[in-house]
């Protein structure tokens, strides 16, 4: 499995930069034939999907009632789906595998790399973020206010320690083993919350089946971020073993089944358990209201391994999308690499220390870039690619991604910015 996997942790704007945009179909290089199985697609689009995202689940909820929350996330999941499917057909179409290549093949444009290069640093940037907020509130066997600077400590040892050394390598392609950990952490979160409904009381207010107001808007760009996977989709389509586009999207359906199921359960269960209590970590919330249980010990342990080996991920990427604006299609030396990725981490757990809640990151972030890697860039594509070979399918998703990635990224962005002014 290392050879999908080093292909899988290359960034989306550096991964194949080498290649040059054809203009026409005769200028196509012939492809190499992948190797990934369409087990390992899965299992490997599962790992990209699911982050700090699904902690938010039960919030979302909150801010919507249980009804109103479940028909959001579900609108949200069949729209990521949708929009999955347009990356698959431009893939086909262009054979191109990575939104940089994507838009020099259909705009021609070297700005369109530079647009994409830095939409990818805000969307990977807030990520990382909310990952140092994860890991911070992990910490949670020291819950007395005076114990802010020890989790803080521990904090930045945790992050220079052991995920600096990690994220400055070269090469990331040994952690496949990555893609266990986390799907293991995620169904035993899943187990914990539904045992500890079934085990335990609290005294939660009532369940409201519906909400709507500005701040329920707010859980826009949180759906959103939770079912971001795009960035992914075209490099496990490129290393699919004898790829068509209807083996990609049973990929992709299987996914969202398998996310979906587990994003209910957690969401749900975790509503109803604590209601209108609830705060955009759940395990946070455990750590607060459930009292010192064994398991849920584990399971805060079990994120931060978690994180410890998703972490390095993404921060490659961004790393990798810094030195491209700089060293084009070389490696950057090695003392630059890792300046750069401590910088990414200084940065990201400096801000991610003083921040309290997920929400007030994804918020943001999800809403001006979330907003363009899944919709907004892929209605374009899809446009442009209409403009060219017609197809009435490719016009109708066009127009309903620019909308829907427009609504999200302009309400998502105007209710977070009203909360946070009616908050002081």
């Known amino acids: 499995m290392d050879h999908e996997t080093q292909h899988l942790l290359e960034s989306e704007t550096t991964s194949q930069i080498e290649q040059s945009a054809p203009t026409t179909d005769q200028q196509l290089v012939p492809e190499k034939e992948g190797t990934l199985k369409v087990s390992q697609g899965i299992f490997n689009l599962v790992n990209t999907i699911i982050g700090s995202g699904f902690l938010t689940l039960p919030y979302n909820l909150m801010l919507n009632g249980w009804l109103g929350g479940t028909i959001e996330m579900t609108a949200f999941c069949i729209l990521t789906a949708l929009s999955c499917f347009q990356l698959i057909d431009i893939s086909t179409e262009t054979h191109c595998y990575q939104y940089y290549a994507i838009a020099r093949r259909l705009f021609q444009s070297q700005s369109w790399g530079i647009v994409i290069s830095l939409i990818m640093m805000i969307q990977t940037g807030g990520s990382l973020i909310s990952y140092s907020i994860v890991i911070q509130q992990n910490f949670f066997w020291w819950t007395r206010e005076n114990d802010f600077l020890y989790i803080q400590l521990t904090l930045w040892a945790f992050m220079l320690l052991i995920i600096f050394p990690l994220a400055s390598l070269q090469k990331l392609d040994f952690l496949h083993w990555t893609s266990y950990i986390t799907i293991f952490v995620v169904v035993y979160i899943t187990g914990v919350t539904v045992y ?37 989709i075209a490099n496990i389509y490129r290393d699919l073993k004898n790829k068509t586009p209807q083996k990609m999207r049973k990929i992709v359906v299987t996914n969202v089944s398998i996310v979906y199921t587990l994003y209910a359960i957690v969401a749900l269960f975790g509503y109803f358990t604590f209601t209108s209590d609830l705060r955009s970590n759940l395990l946070d919330v455990f750590a607060h209201y459930a009292g010192q249980k064994w398991y849920l010990h584990a399971a805060n342990i079990a994120m931060l391994f978690c994180m410890a080996s998703h972490y390095p991920l993404p921060c490659f990427g961004l790393r990798r999308t810094i030195e491209s604006l700089f060293w084009k299609d070389t490696d950057a030396p090695k003392l630059y690499r890792i300046l750069i990725a401590l910088t990414i981490i200084v940065i990201a757990t400096l801000v991610g220390s003083f921040v309290k809640e997920i929400h ?65």
Request: hydrophobic share 45%; charged share 10%; proline share 4%.
């Open 196 to 232: 500890y409904f079934f085990s335990d009381s609290f005294d939660a207010q009532p369940p409201v089946i519906y909400h709507m107001d500005m701040k329920s808007l707010t859980s826009l760009p949180l759906f959103q971020n939770a079912f971001c996977c795009h960035y992914q």
């Open 360 to 424: 007030s990151v994804l918020d943001y972030t999800s809403s001006l870039a979330g907003s363009c890697v899944v919709f907004i860039f892929p209605a374009l594509f899809s446009y442009k690619l209409w403009r060219e070979r017609g197809g009435k399918l490719r016009l109708c998703g066009a127009i309903g991604g620019l909308i829907t990635g427009g609504f999200v990224m302009v309400m998502g962005l105007v209710s977070t910015i009203v909360g946070q002014v009616n908050a002081k």
